[in-house]
């Protein structure tokens, strides 16, 4: 099954944001994840310079080249055949010329509002309190989402980010976002556990959450 699926009427994403920290045999798990059906992978290592980015790049097979969305270094972009471009506070604006897929981090509500005419999708976070950053606690509370779902300012170009586990997906949903990126709870079993079985049991968790929702 796709990660892209259809539930009344609307689709839902499922994105999947690297470590910030460098894992063991990471590029063999992020071919893994797309055999086994990951469609948008958000390539975020604020630490790599310009020349390990690309050598990474370079080991890659142009089918997971296609499903990564640089967080930097975008002018690689284009060179390699890359899904996308990602901006941040730290890189505002795609490149000069640059016409493929545009997303973007929003913190706020009101960057949502600003930003999302302009990008396919945009990621809000934190919604739940991060797996990965400790005392990095959820921005929003459940009335203010609810506000802005209701409001249609939370949408299916909207994809939240921060604490998404397989049993908040249904709660996403609910709200209208049109998906989740997710970061610790894949990841944190990987780095406590560095095999490839180990990642796909916690993908396959997050996939049949998806089936119980599109059901």
């Given at each position: 099954m796709n990660v892209f699926y259809r539930a009344m009427g609307m689709s839902f994403r499922l994105v999947v944001?690297?470590?910030?920290?460098d894992l063991p045999?990471?590029?063999?798990?992020?071919?893994?994840?797309?055999?086994?059906?990951?469609?948008?992978?958000?390539?975020?290592?604020?630490?790599?310079?310009?020349m390990r980015t690309e050598d990474c790049l370079k080991r890659l097979s142009p089918e997971l080249r296609a499903c990564i969305h640089l967080h930097d270094h975008h002018a690689l972009a284009a060179r390699y055949g890359l899904g996308g471009v990602h901006l941040n506070a730290r890189h505002p604006l795609p490149p000069s010329g640059y016409t493929g897929t545009v997303s973007r981090s929003c913190h706020g509500l009101d960057e949502?509002?600003?930003?999302?005419?302009?990008?396919?999708?945009?990621?809000?976070?934190?919604?739940f309190a991060s797996i990965s950053k400790r005392g990095y606690e959820a921005a929003f509370t459940p009335e203010a989402l609810r506000e802005a779902a209701e409001s249609g300012l939370i949408d299916g170009k909207v994809v939240a980010l921060g604490g998404v586990t397989p049993a908040g997906l249904p709660a996403l949903r609910a709200l209208g976002?049109?998906?989740?990126?997710?970061?610790?709870?894949?990841?944190?079993?990987?780095?406590a556990c560095p095999e490839i079985k180990v990642l796909l049991a916690f993908w396959h968790d997050l996939r049949m959450a998806e089936t119980v929702m599109e059901i």
């Open positions: 944001v690297s470590s910030e920290q045999n990471e590029t063999e798990a992020w071919e893994a994840l797309r055999e086994a059906g990951m469609t948008h992978l958000h390539l975020r290592k604020p630490h790599w310079n310009w949502v509002g600003r930003y999302i005419s302009a990008c396919e999708y945009v990621f809000l976070s934190p919604i976002f049109g998906g989740a990126a997710v970061l610790g709870a894949l990841w944190r079993p990987y780095m």
